[in-house]
């Protein structure tokens, strides 16, 4: 059991008694997720920060460069899922430190991409040994089949978020029928 299983089962044992069972968070799988992706990118930040002066973020997108070669805003905002003010801020701050160069887009003149510089290309290497370090340490305590048996869930799981959205979205329409009717508030991270 998680400390914060123990934490936010001793905050429930204190509350009122309500009529719903509240979400055992031995068993919610959203919890889990949750607390090892933001462990995860807290801790590499913070590696990150001390050792190479940047962040998560810029990680994220120095990843993404060097797979893809070059890559505008919204498709990384798309691929992992941050809102695309962050990536382009992210990008803004990435170009004046000599990380990466902005070019027009070659199959779309409008558009414009980023491309790694030398510099973006020799600081991802860097990290990249202490992110695969980090990535080891972490699945340790899997066996070769485990991982791949996970990968393959996760790659799953990951498939399905539309499908969760159109579910939640028929859930709200069916029990809140009113909440349809009010204007769409945007998450603080879409802005």
């Known amino acids: 059991m998680y400390a914060e299983s123990r934490v936010m089962n001793a905050a429930r044992a204190s509350a009122p008694a309500k009529s719903a069972k509240p979400v055992d968070l031995d068993r919610y799988v959203p919890a889990y997720l949750t607390w090892i992706a933001n462990k995860l990118s807290r801790s590499a930040s913070q590696h990150y920060l001390n050792l190479f002066d940047v962040g998560i973020e810029t990680w994220r997108c120095l990843v993404l460069l060097a797979i893809e ?29 000599g990380l990466i160069r902005v070019e027009l887009d070659p199959n779309d003149g409008r558009a414009r991409v980023a491309v790694l510089t030398p510099k973006g290309r020799a600081l991802h290497d860097q990290i990249r040994d202490v992110a695969l370090e980090r990535e080891r340490a972490f699945l340790s305590v899997l066996s070769k089949q485990e991982v791949e048996t996970l990968i393959g869930l996760l790659r799953r799981l990951h498939e399905n ?9 028929a859930f709200i329409d069916r029990n809140y029928p009113n909440a349809a009717k009010r204007p769409r508030k945007r998450a603080p991270e879409e802005e």
């Open 161 to 169: 978020l539309p499908a969760v959205e159109a579910a939640t979205q």
């Open 69 to 97: 070669g070059s890559i505008s805003a919204q498709q990384v905002s798309k691929v992992i899922g941050l809102d695309k003010a962050s990536v382009s801020r992210c990008f803004k701050a990435m170009q004046e430190t």
